[in-house]
């Protein structure tokens, strides 16, 4: 980092020169590192490393961090350069302009689906050296779902509705030609708009994204955007405060209904021939909206299509045959009625739809039907009460007997396990002890502890881990034992239990 920081004495420009410096601080921007920091243990330690060099390339780095740091950074390094420089230490042309910037104007490029913004603003150094930060605000929470991916509806880890995230950033010198093209493919083309945006509400809006980028683990980001993230952090910092983002509606039971009844009675739903499998259906779709699209659920696009139907439905829903076969021509109906209530172009509305039927395409094969597998469907409502979807495979895998009748071993009579309810603690207390004749209370309850976070799905990651040990041929009861380990050690600490499950799903495959 330090030869990388040499380049600083080659630019004359603060704008280069706070580019460099934020690509040297996106090595480890979104990296974990065991039982610390990172930014402290590699941020503040290069803090410690520069000073020590006491180089005019390492003063030209501390001058950069001082004003694109983390805070601790910001002051240790700004004590280092003043050292430093009080021992003569020569420092770079452009050390007395960095930071120096002031801000100009706030745009923003948004399609008229909502998915996406393009917030550009526009900065000076005192008049001089006029550049403009581009970032993209994706108001979908993850790519598009892969339905040939087997294990991708167990694996995929659920955020928070959100406003949105960050995804990509860059920079350009050529202001005027930018806005000017922005402005053209808003005049040009319906499904964009391009508006002026307050700086301050731009502000709320990229430091609530980047929070959320940066609080998500493996953000599906461009893989340049480390290279960019200080400086965009401290290209929001000075725009003015005082913006405020709206809160999501509230829809509650009373409200979504309404929605779907009014839906129903419409004449986009009239072509619809089983009302029922509809209701249910439309219940679906405005309750992803509602939870999992900010509290939009009349909002319609063609990304929002594709993941609620090849990515959301496949891992989270147990749908019914009639359901699986109504979803995709409700949905269609829902985009032509909904689309039409918010405004959407009819341009929209054809694109979304042409989406939609692509998607429908693929359907079949993302989404499988527990049947599919040779599950019995008691079995399947027994272990999804919840009628979640994505908890099918691990708690198959936590409780996989729950049928035939069976004698009790040093009892009399038979157990039948098709009676016993594995989500009822107590039940799921006897299947446990059936798996494990003759297993002493400990054992049973390190067990039953096990099961239940499985059961839950909390934390992801355990999972995932088994999933690995089984992918590289650990048997079933094996895995079982090892996550028990784990949790007895660090099952009250998340980080830790998190470094630790990450480790072992890094075991070597057994002999």
Same mark, same amino acid.
């Given at each position: 980092?330090?030869?990388?920081? #040499?380049?600083?004495?080659?630019?004359?420009?603060?704008?280069?020169?706070?580019?460099?410096?934020?690509?040297?601080?996106?090595?480890?921007?979104?990296?974990?590192?065991?039982?610390?920091?990172?930014?402290?243990?590699?941020?503040?330690?290069?803090?410690?490393?520069?000073?020590?060099?006491?180089?005019?390339?390492?003063?030209?780095?501390?001058?950069?961090?001082?004003?694109?740091?983390?805070?601790?950074? +910001?002051?240790?390094?700004?004590?280092?350069?003043?050292?430093?420089?009080?021992?003569?230490?020569?420092?770079?042309?452009?050390?007395?302009?960095?930071?120096?910037?002031?801000?100009?104007?706030?745009?923003?490029?948004?399609?008229?689906?909502?998915?996406?913004?393009?917030?550009?603003?526009?900065?000076?150094?005192?008049?001089?050296?006029?550049?403009?930060?581009?970032?993209?605000?994706?108001?979908?929470?993850?790519?598009?779902?892969?339905?040939?991916?087997?294990? +991708?509806?167990?694996?995929?880890?659920?955020?928070?509705?959100?406003?949105?995230?960050?995804?990509?950033?860059?920079?350009?010198?050529?202001?005027?030609?930018?806005?000017? &093209?922005?402005? #053209?493919?808003?005049?040009?083309?319906?499904?964009?708009?391009?508006?002026?945006?307050? =700086?301050?509400?731009?502000? +709320?809006?990229?430091?609530?994204?980047?929070?959320?980028?940066?609080?998500?683990?493996?953000?599906?980001?461009?893989?340049?955007?480390?290279?960019?993230?200080?400086?965009?952090?401290?290209?929001?910092?000075?725009?003015?405060?005082?913006?405020?983002?709206?809160?999501?509606?509230?829809?509650?039971?009373?409200?979504?209904?309404?929605?779907?009844?009014?839906?129903?009675?419409?004449?986009?739903?009239?072509?619809?021939?089983?009302?029922?499998?509809?209701?249910?259906?439309?219940?679906?779709?405005?309750?992803?909206?509602?939870?999992?699209?900010?509290?939009?659920?009349?909002?319609?696009?063609?990304?929002?299509?594709?993941?609620?139907?090849?990515?959301?439905?496949?891992?989270?829903?147990?749908?019914? =045959?009639?359901? &699986?076969?109504?979803?995709?021509?409700?949905?269609?109906?829902?985009?032509?009625?909904?689309?039409?209530?918010?405004?959407?172009?009819?341009?929209?509305?054809?694109?979304?739809?042409?989406?939609?039927?692509?998607?429908?395409?693929?359907?079949?094969?993302?989404?499988?039907? =527990?049947?599919?597998?040779?599950?019995?469907?008691?079995?399947?409502?027994?272990?999804?009460?919840?009628?979640?979807?994505?908890?099918?495979?691990?708690?198959?895998?936590?409780?996989?007997?729950?049928?035939?009748?069976?004698?009790?071993?040093?009892?009399?009579?038979?157990?039948?396990?098709?009676?016993?309810?594995?989500?009822?603690?107590?039940?799921?207390?006897?299947?446990?002890?059936?798996?494990?004749?003759?297993?002493?209370?400990?054992?049973?309850? +390190?067990?039953?502890?096990?099961?239940?976070?499985?059961?839950?799905?909390?934390?992801?990651?355990?999972?995932?881990?088994?999933?690995?040990?089984?992918?590289?041929?650990?048997?079933?009861?094996?895995?079982?034992?090892?996550?028990?380990?784990?949790?007895?050690?660090?099952?009250?600490?998340?980080?830790?239990?998190?470094?630790?499950?990450?480790?072992?799903?890094?075991?070597?495959? =057994?002999?």
């Amino acid at each position: 980092m330090l030869q990388h920081a #040499r380049e600083l004495l080659a630019v004359r420009s603060p704008l280069d020169a706070e580019l460099i410096v934020s690509e040297i601080l996106g090595a480890w921007w979104g990296k974990r590192v065991p039982g610390g920091d990172v930014e402290e243990v590699i941020g503040e330690a290069l803090v410690d490393h520069a000073t020590a060099a006491g180089t005019p390339a390492a003063l030209g780095l501390l001058i950069g961090m001082a004003y694109m740091g983390t805070p601790r950074q +910001a002051a240790k390094a700004e004590r280092a350069a003043l050292d430093l420089m009080g021992n003569g230490v020569a420092r770079p042309g452009w050390a007395d302009h960095v930071g120096m910037v002031a801000s100009e104007e706030c745009f923003v490029s948004r399609d008229v689906y909502g998915d996406q913004d393009s917030v550009v603003c526009t900065y000076t150094y005192g008049g001089t050296e006029r550049h403009a930060l581009v970032v993209l605000v994706d108001r979908n929470k993850a790519g598009v779902f892969d339905p040939t991916d087997p294990f +991708a509806r167990a694996t995929r880890v659920v955020r928070p509705p959100m406003p949105g995230m960050v995804r990509d950033a860059w920079v350009s010198s050529r202001v005027d030609d930018l806005l000017e &093209q922005c402005r #053209r493919e808003g005049r040009e083309n319906p499904l964009i708009r391009f508006e002026p945006l307050d =700086p301050r509400d731009a502000r +709320a809006l990229l430091l609530s994204a980047l929070d959320v980028t940066d609080d998500t683990r493996d953000p599906p980001v461009n893989e340049n955007f480390g290279s960019y993230h200080a400086f965009v952090r401290a290209r929001v910092d000075i725009l003015p405060p005082g913006g405020r983002l709206p809160d999501p509606p509230v829809y509650g039971h009373d409200r979504r209904a309404t929605i779907a009844a009014r839906f129903l009675a419409s004449e986009e739903a009239g072509h619809l021939s089983d009302l029922s499998a509809a209701s249910r259906c439309v219940d679906r779709i405005i309750d992803y909206g509602c939870t999992h699209d900010f509290g939009r659920p009349l909002r319609v696009s063609p990304v929002k299509c594709e993941m609620f139907l090849l990515d959301w439905l496949p891992r989270k829903v147990l749908l019914s =045959p009639t359901e &699986q076969e109504a979803v995709p021509h409700v949905l269609a109906a829902w985009v032509r009625w909904a689309g039409r209530r918010t405004g959407l172009p009819e341009e929209g509305i054809r694109v979304t739809l042409d989406a939609l039927w692509d998607a429908t395409a693929k359907f079949a094969d993302a989404y499988r039907d =527990p049947a599919a597998f040779g599950l019995d469907r008691a079995v399947v409502d027994r272990l999804l009460p919840d009628g979640d979807l994505e908890a099918l495979p691990r708690r198959a895998f936590a409780l996989p007997f729950l049928s035939g009748t069976h004698r009790r071993t040093g009892r009399h009579g038979y157990l039948d396990l098709s009676t016993l309810d594995p989500s009822d603690p107590d039940d799921r207390r006897v299947i446990l002890e059936f798996e494990h004749p003759g297993g002493d209370e400990e054992h049973l309850d +390190a067990h039953e502890r096990l099961t239940r976070r499985l059961w839950d799905g909390e934390p992801p990651q355990l999972w995932d881990t088994a999933q690995s040990l089984l992918d590289v041929g650990y048997e079933r009861h094996e895995i079982l034992h090892r996550l028990i380990d784990v949790l007895d050690l660090h099952g009250d600490d998340p980080d830790a239990l998190h470094e630790a499950l990450r480790a072992l799903r890094h075991e070597p495959a =057994p002999e």
